[in-house]
């Protein structure tokens, strides 16, 4: 019989920082890396014992009475920065709309000149520091669905592969490809892509074939980059097949086509443009491609998550003190307890002062919900 050893301490939110091996060794449990969810403690309980993070005791602060203020207001106060500036997203979004607009009318001789020298501008202001507490999204409406998600999803590629610290000629191409990623839904009528019933089975097909036609479209495009070719193909491929085209074997793509599902999932899920439905906060965005993460590489969720959090930045999150935060910082070693910033007493009133409370250190406080709205 062999030797029970002893079961390692693990808390929610931990990031493993060396592989879980069985008792014998032999079988890796868990990757070096692995978030540590409920879920995954409840599943590993015969080898890992939950605890409870370091405790540190926050300052209690006064307040003053208030009229509750609207989230909008709240996060103008807070002066969370863009990850691009306006002047520099326009420029981007002019030069895709060309571009687009090109494709769409069936205009050959298409160029990545412009696009290009955009991105380039794009990347280069693009954070690296994670402590800069940026909006993730920006909130103006787009004519078209598909060109602003297009754009959303090259922002964010261009922040998640910055914070990755990957070469600069990776983040380029990478923001690149996702601005293009979805150019075959050009192909696909707007009275399909509108509809608000469900499709018949030749529309679905109709639709599912943007990614091959995507990747048609560019391969015409002089100097295109593989990785914008395969992230067209390749953006809706899953792990448990369940995703299209089915011609494309999951563990042929590289891993950042891997990432950019995941981006492309998370900013469709989140979307405030989107024309469907409404659209779920940012956590909950998380905690949708968490449920489902055997549809991803676990590589790419985890980067994912490791860069935006479990609860992003400008999560409004409602504690067990019935006071309301902003979340401002993600804590790397715990994903789960984030640095938050208070906003409203119990009561509703705004504190006065600037309270910063680190969940980690704070045994008092925990989160209990997630806000959409003050
Ligand atoms: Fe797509």
Redesign the pocket.
């Known amino acids: 019989m062999s030797k029970q050893r002893e079961k390692i301490e693990v808390f929610e939110g931990q990031v493993l920082e060396t592989a879980l091996l069985s008792d014998d060794g032999g079988t890796v449990l868990c990757k070096a890396g692995t978030i540590m969810t409920p879920d995954l403690i409840r599943r590993l309980s015969n080898w890992v014992v939950r605890v409870e993070p370091g405790k540190k005791k926050q300052d209690e602060d006064e307040t003053v009475p208030a009229a509750r203020m609207n989230r909008d207001e709240i996060l103008r106060r807070l002066e969370f920065e863009e990850i691009v500036s306006r002047k520099t997203r326009e420029r981007a979004e002019s030069s895709q709309g060309e571009f687009f607009d090109k494709v769409r009318a069936g205009q050959g001789g298409l160029s990545l000149d412009a696009i290009e020298d955009a991105v380039a501008a794009m990347v280069e202001e693009t954070p690296d520091d994670p402590d800069v507490p940026v909006k993730l999204f920006e909130m103006k409406q787009h004519s078209s669905y598909m060109y602003q998600h297009c754009m959303e999803c090259g922002v964010m590629g261009s922040f998640i592969a910055t914070n990755l610290k990957y070469p600069h000629k990776d983040v380029m191409g990478f923001a690149m490809a996702l601005m293009l ?2 150019v075959g ?1 050009l192909t696909v009528p707007d009275s399909v892509l509108t509809k608000k019933t469900a499709l018949t089975a030749e529309e679905w097909a109709l639709v599912r074939g ?2 091959e036609r995507g990747f048609e479209a560019l391969k015409k495009v002089p100097g295109m980059d593989p990785l914008a070719l395969m992230t067209a193909m390749g ?2 491929v899953y792990a448990d097949g369940s995703g299209y085209p089915e011609s494309v074997d999951f563990n042929d793509l590289p891993p950042l086509v891997h990432l950019a599902v995941v981006i ?1 999932d998370f900013e469709t899920l989140t979307a405030q443009h989107g024309p469907f439905r409404q659209a779920a906060n940012l956590h909950d965005g998380v905690s949708i491609l968490l449920r489902h993460r055997h549809r991803y590489h676990p590589t790419a969720i985890e980067q994912f998550v490791r860069v935006i959090g479990f609860y992003p930045i400008s999560t409004f999150v409602e504690l067990n003190t019935g006071e309301t935060g902003v979340v401002v910082r993600n804590n790397p070693d715990n994903l789960f307890l984030p640095e938050i910033k208070m906003v409203l007493d119990p009561e509703g009133a705004e504190f006065k002062k600037e309270i910063i409370v680190n969940l980690f250190e704070d045994a008092e406080r925990r989160i209990t919900a997630v806000r959409s709205d003050l």
């Open positions: 990623h979805d839904i943007h990614s953006h809706h492309n």
